[in-house]
């Protein structure tokens, strides 16, 4: 078929006086096409009038894709079932012109930043060659909307106090901050809501505030509003992880850093700059950092176990061992693991981005060879008092030491409240009853005295004073 310009050169030919054969040769075009525009006297394509197969069945097809769920294969078997001669292709084709189950494609539009206005943040999942193994990382990414200046960072995985890391490292990087940060709707950050509704964790909301910037997630669905983040991820699996090994995790990070300044130093052909060249105007314009940038840290509180150790993150760390059976205050940091007890810091590890857990001991933590046990805790004042009391109550708490898990501390604590708080006669005699039994749950040992100071304590009024009651009553 003969398209629009063609026919208007037929057109202008025959008002210049050439005849039908001579246009015909010199548009190298048939005779009888030229005949047919000449008659025509227009240079409108004209559209096929072509009856559809599927067009009687329009109703059909409307209701089928309803009950099917959407499902076209069904709609055609079902079709096929009532007699009606319309192939598959036919018939998606058919959907798609009259929209059933489709609609038209709506233009992308571009979105131009303003210099310091927007940068954007993200995770991809990918697989990295690190110590000789093939492992899942999660790469985090925040790029400038308006320079295009990348920062990305790999991490085995990625949780809340990941991404505080991240962002602070980016924002060192960058020098500062843009106003905005669009992130997708990720449970790290988003407390409730989904795109402009969204209501970011207070923890992050504080920590934006910080450094002058919020967070804005994008609609879902609508990714391309965060495309300058998108878009490298792609480049970052073929390009930076193709072909590389990497002894760790720090290693990784650093050839990371050292990928991120080639590439934002590499003239781009869209940008007709290099992303560093166009940072030289954006930076003037972004949130200076605060005067003290301080360290992001996770604050834990564990209880130092009988061999020394607390376990933070799957992993073992040893600290003084003066310290079991005490609380302790831990700050996990980017590079280090504090452990204080109060306001003094007892120890310190390395901590390290791994996959697999470890087991971390400091010789100075370790008691001195040859000290005894008892060295190893000081012996609670509890435990001291009640070796001192009557020998049936110091056998019964020596041998519920002796019985105890890392919990007998409570245990020795609650017998020597009872010991304080209840007559002697009674508590000794259920102490002895109990050892006789084998009976060495405090709990349980707390009701027997109740039971047996019931009477004295807590005696009915219809009961004479000479009447004893019994166990019933």
């Not at 990497?246 to 992303?275: I, M, Y």
Request: aromatic share 8%; with cysteine; charged share 25%.
């Amino acid at each position: 078929m003969l398209d629009e310009s063609m026919r208007t050169a037929i057109l202008q030919l025959h008002e210049g006086g050439h005849g039908l054969r001579a246009i015909a040769r010199t548009l190298q075009v048939s005779r009888a096409a030229v005949r047919t525009v000449l008659r025509r006297g227009t240079a409108e394509v004209p559209r096929l009038a072509r009856a559809e197969r599927a067009h009687g069945h329009e109703a059909d097809i409307r209701e089928l894709y309803l009950s099917c769920r959407g499902n076209l294969v069904r709609v055609h078997e079902e079709l096929a079932a009532r007699g009606a001669v319309v192939s598959y292709q036919a018939l998606t084709a058919f959907c798609r012109r009259h929209g059933i189950g489709t609609a038209p494609p709506k233009p992308s539009g571009q979105y131009h930043f303003a210099p310091g206005e927007e940068m954007q943040h993200d995770t991809s999942p990918h697989r990295a060659l690190i110590g000789g193994v093939t492992r899942p990382v999660q790469t985090a990414s925040l790029v400038l909307c308006y320079s295009r200046l990348l920062f990305i960072q790999l991490y085995p995985a990625f949780n809340r106090f990941t991404c505080k890391v991240f962002l602070t490292d980016a924002l060192v990087y960058f020098g500062g901050a843009a106003g905005r940060c669009i992130i997708d709707n990720t449970h790290v950050v988003v407390l409730r809501g989904t795109g402009k509704a969204m209501v970011p964790v207070p923890e992050m909301a504080a920590f934006g505030e910080r450094y002058g910037f919020g967070f804005v997630a994008h609609a879902v669905g609508h990714a391309n509003r965060s495309a300058r983040v998108e878009r490298p991820f792609d480049f970052i699996e073929h390009n930076f992880l193709a072909g590389r090994a990497f002894r760790d995790f720090a290693h990784l990070n650093q050839e990371a850093l050292a990928w991120c300044e080639r590439v934002n130093g590499t003239r781009k052909r869209h940008l007709h700059a290099s992303p560093r060249e166009l940072f030289a105007a954006e930076q003037p314009q972004l949130t200076p950092l605060p005067i003290w940038v301080p360290e992001v840290y996770a604050l834990h509180h564990r209880l130092v176990d009988l061999e020394g150790y607390i376990h933070v993150g799957g992993n073992i760390y040893s600290v003084p061992y003066q310290l079991v059976g005490r609380r302790v205050e831990v700050r996990e940091t980017k590079d280090h693991v504090r452990v204080f007890e109060g306001p003094r810091q007892v120890a310190v590890h390395a901590r390290g981005l791994t996959c697999e857990k470890r087991r971390v001991t400091v010789p100075e933590h370790r008691p001195p060879r040859g000290a005894f046990a008892a060295h190893v805790r000081p012996c609670p004042p509890e435990e001291k008092e009640l070796a001192g009391a009557e020998p049936v109550l110091a056998a019964y708490a020596a041998e519920l030491k002796q019985r105890g898990t890392t919990r007998w501390t409570v245990a020795l604590r609650r017998l020597w409240q009872l010991w304080r708080d209840y007559p002697r006669r009674p508590l000794l005699a259920a102490v002895r009853e109990a050892a006789h039994y084998g009976l060495y749950d405090v709990d349980r040992l707390e009701r027997m005295v109740l039971r047996k100071i019931a009477g004295d304590y807590f005696a009915r009024p219809d009961v004479p004073d000479d009447e004893e009651p019994d166990d019933e009553g």
